[in-house]
């Protein structure tokens, strides 16, 4: 009884949040094509690899590090600019959804 409970109220309380159900999905797709489409390619680069030189196995791995490094560098850059950009615009102004 008391799981039924639980379930009904966790099923009320992100049915009654419309944004809940956006993050989830997004979530889900998120972690559905993307992060299995980079896991794929990661095992697609270590099978291409397996065989090779020693030499060219280190190569491809460090230019992958450093894109990685590379392209999450530039994420957290264009974060902190959009960040200070939307400060500029709208300040600490509150959200009025009631209209």
């Known amino acids: 009884m008391d799981l039924a409970v639980d379930l009904f109220l966790i099923l009320f309380d992100v049915l009654s949040s419309p944004i809940l159900i956006v993050m989830r999905l997004a979530r889900w797709?998120?972690?559905?094509?993307?992060l299995d489409g980079v896991k794929n390619k990661?095992?697609?680069?270590?099978?291409?690899?397996?065989?090779?030189h020693p030499l060219l196995q280190i190569w491809v791995w460090t230019?992958?590090?450093?894109?990685?490094?590379?392209?999450?560098?530039?994420?957290?850059?264009f974060g902190q600019a959009f960040g200070e950009f939307v400060m500029e615009e709208w300040g600490n102004q509150a959200l009025n959804l009631e209209g």
Request: proline share 0%.
């Open 29 to 34: 797709f998120i972690g559905n094509y993307l």
């Open 42 to 52: 990661i095992k697609k680069v270590a099978h291409w690899t397996e065989g090779k």
């Open 63 to 77: 230019i992958i590090i450093c894109a990685g490094v590379v392209i999450l560098t530039l994420m957290w850059l």
